[in-house]
């Protein structure tokens, strides 16, 4: 069974250009989630999407920040535009049943 | 403060040694879970205890859980060099909020060959 992927692995770019991370979750895996770590803080969470709907998104952090799911399969994550303070790794999430997270290996983020 | 604080925040020991790492939090929970980073590579999971259970053992792994004192523990027991990583401790608090984790700063952990 594939994991859960993420697309870059790595971005750099520069303040005020637009990243979009990409999140393909476990196959059949009906919830999904966004967490971040900024750099010597704490990995926080961002959102929760069941299937298509967010189920709570009171994690992101402004209005720069846009998840989508349509379809309920892959997610993005769109970043327009980037602040020095959105460095950071960005990890998704996959659960069947909402309670063990299967993480990805995370998109490092630095924004110049 | 946050909700899953970690101690130590760094543990160097050598291999064979066991490894102890505390976590503390602030709120009624779910479930805590915890886990494993190795550099560069995305979290996994490695185990998860629910609030009405005590202790959990997972292979060479150990977790105890208080909450009367809002404080977990992860022993790793014979530490090998393989085991050199960050281990994150992670609440749930269930309810409306099920499935959104809260985590820990980490403690780094290096084991020494």
């Known amino acids: 069974e594939a994991g859960v992927t993420q697309f870059p692995s790595h971005s750099v770019i520069e303040k005020g250009q637009t990243v979009t991370l990409r999140c393909d979750p476990i196959?059949?895996?009906?919830?999904l989630y966004w967490y971040r770590r900024v750099m010597g803080k704490e990995i926080k969470f961002l959102l929760h999407?069941?299937?298509?709907?967010?189920?709570?998104e009171s994690g992101m952090p402004n209005n720069r920040f846009l998840a989508e799911r349509t379809g309920g399969t892959y997610s993005t994550l769109k970043v327009q535009p980037a602040e020095l303070e959105d460095s950071g790794v960005y990890f998704c999430?996959?659960?069947?049943?909402?309670?063990?997270?299967?993480f990805g290996p995370g998109t490092r983020l630095t924004v110049l | 403060s946050q909700q899953g604080e970690e101690d130590p925040q760094a543990l160097s020991i050598q291999e064979g040694e066991n490894a102890t790492m505390n976590c503390s939090y602030k709120t009624s929970i779910n479930n805590l879970q915890w886990y494993r980073q190795n550099s560069g590579r995305g979290l996994v999971h490695l185990i998860l205890i629910r609030s009405n259970e005590r202790e959990k053992h997972s292979g060479r792994l150990r977790v105890t859980l208080d909450t009367s004192k809002k404080s977990s523990s992860l022993l790793i027991t014979a530490s090998r060099a393989a085991d050199t990583a960050s281990y994150f401790c992670?609440?749930?608090?269930?309810?409306?909020?099920?499935?959104?984790?809260?985590f820990g700063q980490g403690t780094i952990l290096t084991v020494h060959p």
């Open positions: 999407f069941v299937k298509e709907s967010k189920q709570d």
């Open positions: 992670a609440t749930d608090l269930g309810g409306t909020s099920y499935g959104k984790l809260t």
């Open positions: 196959s059949g895996h009906d919830n």
């Open positions: 999430a996959s659960s069947q049943f909402g309670t063990v997270k299967y």
